[in-house]
Structures are given as C-alpha cells and as structure tokens.
C-alpha cells in the first residue's frame, strides 16, 4: 500500500514537470475573465440635464346637431405633433434623482473585476493548493525514508534481529506518514477543483507565490469604503434620500416650460358642404404650480422619511460588521506574525536535533529510525511553518485588495 502511494506520488510529480508555474497574477487574470465585465456606460452623459422630447399623434371624428337647421355638422381632425417638456424648478429632486443614478453607473462601471467573495475563495484556493503541493514535495522523500526502514525490519525480523513489537512500531510509523502523506495529496485534489472552477483551468499547474510578500496594513475606512455590503447599503440611502427629496418637492413650488409644434389636418361637412385644409399647430406654456391642499401628501412623506431612516439604521449596522472584519483580519496578521516566529524556532530546533542524531547515528549510537523519527518530526514542523505562511499571505492578499480598489475608486 505505501508502496502504491509513493508511485502515485512521484508519478504526479514527474507529471508536472516542464509545466509552466501559474502565478497568483495570472490566477486573479483568469478568474476575472471569467466574469461578465458590466457594459461601458458614458456616466459623464448621464449628468447632463436634457429637457424631455415625445411625439404625439391623434386624431378624432364628431357628429353633432345643428340646433336651428336640425342638419349634422361632422368634423375629421387628424394631428401630429412635437412636445418638449422642460422643468424649471423643482426643488432639487431632479438633481437628487440623477446624481443617485450617476452613483449607481459609477459603482458598476468601477473597474474591480470581481466581488470581495470571489477573491476570498479564489486567495483561500490557491493557498491551500500551494500548501499541499510543498507538503507533498517535503514529505515524500521523508516516507520514502521511513518505508525503507520499515522493509528493512521486516527482514531483520525474519532473521531475529530485532523483535516482533519493533518491527510492528517502525511499520506503524510508516503507515501514519503514508497517511498523512494521501490526507495531502486529497487537500491537493480538492483545492484544484476549487481553483479550477474559479478560473477554469484545463488542468493541474505547479502553483508559486512569495510567502514573504506582505503589504501594510490598510485603515478601517479605507477597507470599508470598498466592501460589496457597505457599497449597496449606502446606494439604498441614496435612493432613499432622493425619494424623500421628490416626495417634498411635489408639495411645493414648481415651474415648468412646454413647447408644441406640429401639424394637422381636418374636414367638416354642413349641407352638403364639404371643407377641408393643412394647418400647423404651436404654442409654449410655462405652469407655475404651489399646491394647497394634497390629501395623501403628509403620509407619503410621513413613508418617505420611515424608509430613509430604516435604510440609514441598516447602513450602520453593516458598517459596524464591516469594522468587525477588518479588525479581525488586521488581529489575524499580528497574531499570525506572532505564531510564525515561535514555528521557525522549533524549525530551527528540530534540524539542530537531525543534525545530532545524524552524529549518533554516524557513530553507531543510536538506530536508523530514531533518525527517521527526527527527520518526519522536522518535516512535520517546516509545514506549519509553510501554512502559517501561506495563512499570512492569505490575510496580507485581502488586505491590499482592499487597499487597490480603494484606490480605483479615486478619481
């Protein structure tokens, strides 16, 4: 069995040889691609203020009673006009409306490729699959080790050299290190399927990243300016606030342009005679309007303002969450930092006591597996020290994530 396991091993590793290294870069590149890009919109158009422009096209027949010859009078109207409706003032609801608008454009057309949640799983997925490849790379030839001990003791155990409980404790050891061995090699398929989903990948590639890139870190506002939750909460209290504006505006003084122009056509028959004929049709009005009395205008405000408050109240709690995020991903780094320095040290310890036994070994003082047991055991620590690395790179990617779309953001 452990046999099988260390071929299936060397056989993926020889498998990706001669295979490009995919770089984080190009993994974020990929997975961008890979989302819709929202469509390019003018938003500097949409600040202009443009009057609005309809055509109108009616037309109508009557049939009345003459009331002294008893005769009908019918008359055909036809017309066809050009109306442009252009307010004046409106108590600034108009403006409110259109700069919520010109927001929303801005946010979808700002250039971050995906959302806060899609990078999280893409950082976690291609950090787990770096850590199981580099398990892999570190315990291999660590098992191999301890597997030829293990089939050296079984012959030892056929000739007499050592007893049945030693040998049975040495191929113990070996199956653990098998299984911790395939327990890597599953994370590994795992962690591919998740960046394979991701980005798309046809297949397996040795990933690389600089486990000692590290960014500082970025302030609460400027890691919550940028959060997805944060952003649409505040767009709704936009649009609330512009509700409230237009709901206020209706209440009060208003003025507007009109203008018409067009043409029409009619014809009228009165005793036999028949009229017809072309005319154009023109006018302009300005409307000046203060409402005195407006039956339902105290509750429409009254709901305005309730929705206003109750989208504010909701923004603040998704701030607070936001806060709570940030100061725990900044908590991560320190207490992260913290845990990598005292992993190193007993990295450090652990080849200090490999480099010892190796000279009692050397000098025939202690066995072969105590060697192996030493050297597993360094192995064991020098992957902490990787995850603890690779959980660092995670935190430090979120991080300047933030920190970059924060920075798309300024004008």
Same mark, same amino acid.
Not at 176 to 188: G, S
Not at 245 to 254: H, N, Q
Not at 373 to 395: F, G, H, I, N, P
């Given at each position: 069995?452990?046999?099988?396991?260390?071929?299936?091993?060397?056989?993926?590793?020889?498998?990706?040889?001669?295979?490009? =290294?995919?770089?984080?870069?190009?993994? !974020?590149?990929?997975?961008?691609?890979?989302?819709?890009?929202? &469509? /390019?919109?003018?938003?500097?158009?949409?600040?202009?203020?443009?009057?609005?422009?309809?055509?109108?096209?009616?037309?109508?027949?009557?049939?009345?009673?003459? =009331? $002294?010859?008893?005769?009908? *009078?019918?008359?055909?109207?036809?017309?066809?006009?050009?109306?442009?409706?252009?307010?004046?003032?409106?108590?600034?609801?108009?403006?409110?409306?259109?700069? &919520?608008?010109?927001?929303?454009?801005?946010?979808?057309?700002?250039?971050?490729? $995906?959302?806060?949640?899609? $990078?999280?799983?893409?950082?976690?997925?291609?950090?787990?699959?770096?850590?199981?490849?580099?398990?892999?790379?570190?315990?291999?030839?660590?098992?191999? !080790?301890?597997?030829?001990?293990?089939?050296?003791?079984?012959?030892?155990?056929? /000739?007499?050299?050592?007893?049945?409980?030693?040998?049975?404790?040495?191929?113990? *050891?070996?199956?653990?290190?098998?299984?911790?061995?395939?327990?890597?090699?599953?994370?590994?398929?795992? &962690?591919?399927?998740?960046?394979?989903?991701?980005?798309?990948?046809?297949?397996?590639? =040795?990933?690389?990243?600089?486990?000692?890139?590290?960014?500082?870190?970025?302030?609460?506002?400027? &890691?919550?300016?940028?959060?997805?939750?944060?952003?649409?909460?505040?767009?709704?209290?936009?649009?609330?606030?512009?509700?409230?504006?237009?709901?206020?505006?209706?209440?009060?003084?208003?003025?507007?342009?009109?203008?018409?122009?067009?043409?029409?056509?009619?014809? /009228?028959?009165?005793?036999?005679?028949?009229?017809?004929?072309? $005319?154009?049709?023109?006018?302009?009005?300005?409307?000046?309007?203060? =409402?005195?009395?407006?039956?339902?205008?105290?509750?429409?405000?009254?709901?305005?303002?309730?929705?206003?408050?109750?989208?504010?109240?909701?923004?603040?709690?998704?701030?607070?969450?936001?806060?709570?995020?940030?100061?725990?991903?900044?908590?991560?780094?320190?207490?992260?930092?913290?845990?990598?320095?005292?992993?190193?040290?007993?990295?450090?310890?652990?080849?200090?006591? #490999?480099?010892?036994?190796?000279?009692?070994?050397?000098?025939?003082?202690?066995?072969?597996?105590?060697?192996?047991?030493?050297?597993?055991?360094?192995?064991?620590?020098?992957?902490?020290? *990787?995850?603890?690395?690779?959980?660092?790179? !995670? #935190?430090?990617?979120?991080?300047?994530?933030?920190?970059?779309?924060?920075?798309? !953001?300024?004008?």
């Amino acid at each position: 069995m452990i046999e099988i396991l260390l071929a299936s091993v060397l056989a993926i590793g020889a498998a990706q040889e001669g295979v490009a =290294p995919l770089t984080f870069d190009e993994a !974020k590149a990929m997975a961008a691609a890979r989302v819709a890009a929202p &469509a /390019s919109i003018d938003v500097a158009a949409r600040d202009l203020r443009l009057p609005d422009i309809r055509i109108e096209a009616s037309g109508g027949t009557s049939r009345t009673m003459h =009331p $002294f010859t008893a005769e009908p *009078l019918q008359t055909d109207v036809a017309s066809t006009v050009l109306a442009i409706d252009y307010p004046l003032f409106d108590g600034g609801a108009e403006r409110a409306r259109r700069n &919520a608008s010109a927001a929303r454009l801005r946010r979808l057309t700002g250039g971050i490729p $995906f959302d806060d949640a899609r $990078f999280a799983r893409l950082v976690d997925a291609f950090g787990d699959l770096y850590v199981a490849q580099r398990e892999r790379e570190i315990l291999t030839p660590v098992t191999e !080790k301890i597997s030829g001990v293990a089939e050296r003791s079984a012959r030892l155990l056929a /000739s007499g050299e050592i007893t049945n409980l030693t040998a049975s404790a040495r191929s113990d *050891l070996a199956t653990a290190h098998a299984a911790r061995l395939l327990d890597a090699d599953i994370r590994r398929q795992d &962690a591919v399927s998740r960046l394979r989903a991701l980005t798309g990948l046809d297949a397996e590639r =040795p990933v690389v990243l600089d486990t000692a890139d590290a960014v500082a870190g970025v302030s609460d506002d400027a &890691a919550i300016a940028v959060d997805a939750n944060v952003a649409a909460a505040s767009a709704a209290v936009e649009d609330n606030r512009a509700r409230l504006l237009e709901v206020r505006a209706a209440s009060g003084f208003r003025a507007a342009i009109s203008g018409t122009a067009g043409v029409a056509s009619a014809q /009228s028959s009165f005793q036999n005679a028949t009229s017809s004929g072309a $005319f154009g049709i023109y006018g302009l009005r300005v409307l000046l309007s203060y =409402p005195l009395l407006r039956g339902n205008g105290a509750y429409d405000v009254a709901e305005a303002e309730a929705r206003l408050a109750q989208s504010e109240a909701e923004r603040d709690e998704v701030l607070a969450a936001s806060r709570v995020r940030v100061a725990s991903l900044l908590e991560r780094d320190g207490t992260g930092r913290r845990r990598l320095a005292l992993l190193q040290q007993s990295v450090e310890q652990a080849n200090a006591n #490999v480099a010892s036994l190796e000279r009692l070994v050397g000098a025939g003082l202690r066995s072969d597996i105590d060697l192996a047991t030493v050297r597993a055991e360094a192995a064991r620590r020098e992957v902490d020290v *990787l995850s603890a690395q690779v959980a660092q790179w !995670k #935190v430090a990617q979120l991080l300047a994530h933030a920190r970059g779309a924060e920075a798309r !953001k300024r004008p």
